[in-house]
């Protein structure tokens, strides 16, 4: 029970990668707070860990919306009396890369990954240092850390915001006790990436920069934000956990 006592919010936590790490941390003894846009699989995630005797909480949540944060933020602290972790996972991969700077579709990317981002931060820092300590977790992506010839540039662009995001909030707010650090998954097999998985040529180009030969799963993800939200990672804050198999090692 790594995480017995603890109030974590979880956005984008309906499906994928955030789901998982809604499961994860429940079963670690959290109390977990789902914040999503798809209000039919947010609810199913959070009734489903309350069957199993947890308890969790569902709120609808745009992240790129002020009154949403304030609403799921104000309900978590009335009904838990606090936040002691929040992971910022909820995120688009925006348009397709077609050798054209689209800047509708970069504000797109950019509103979701990066300001969504900090709505949150900014939303439950008074409470953590309130409370005395907290830890913040931020879901970037290998694409934060290198290139791509198939990746939009916005997500690129936004990923790396959020690692230099988390580095900021980090030194900060380190005097508060309140940690910040971000995650930098590979491909995982999830829908987001489904369009990799159902073209054999995609796939091939992913694995071959793969040391480990594989495609990463949801679990590998979710133990890495365990770990970080747990009290085992105290002395972890500004850093990057990535997860991509080795894809960066190169």
């Known amino acids: 029970m790594r995480l017995l006592g603890k109030v974590a919010i979880v956005t984008g936590g309906a499906s994928g990668i955030g789901a998982e790490i809604a499961k994860v941390f429940s079963s670690e003894g959290a109390t977990v707070i789902i914040g999503d846009i798809d209000d039919e699989l947010g609810s199913a995630v959070v009734n489903s860990l309350i069957s199993k005797g947890a308890e969790a909480m569902y709120s609808h949540l745009d992240v790129r919306s002020e009154r949403d944060w304030n609403r799921m933020i104000g309900h978590t602290v009335e009904r838990f009396q606090k936040v002691d972790v929040l992971v910022n996972n909820a995120g688009i991969s925006g348009a397709a890369w077609h050798m054209k700077l689209d800047i509708q579709a970069w504000d797109a990317v950019m509103n979701v990954n990066i300001f969504g ?6 939303m439950v820092i008074p409470h953590m240092i309130d409370l005395g300590f907290g830890s913040i977790i931020n879901m970037s992506s290998q694409m934060g ?5 198939s990746t939009h540039p916005s997500y690129n662009a936004s990923k790396g915001a959020v690692r230099a995001l988390s580095k900021g909030i980090a030194v900060q707010y380190a005097k508060e006790n309140i940690r910040c650090n971000s995650i930098h998954p590979g491909p995982i097999d999830t829908a987001m990436a489904s369009d990799i998985f159902k073209n054999p040529d995609l796939m091939s180009g992913a694995l071959s920069k793969i040391p480990l030969g594989r495609i990463g799963n949801t679990c590998d993800v979710a133990y890495g934000a365990l770990f970080l939200a747990s009290d085992e990672s105290s ?14 090692a190169y």
């Open 235 to 248: 002395y972890i804050t500004g850093s990057e956990l990535v997860i991509d198999g080795g894809w960066t």
């Open 145 to 149: 850390l290198v290139g791509s010839t």
């Open 117 to 122: 981002c900090l709505l949150g931060i900014q």
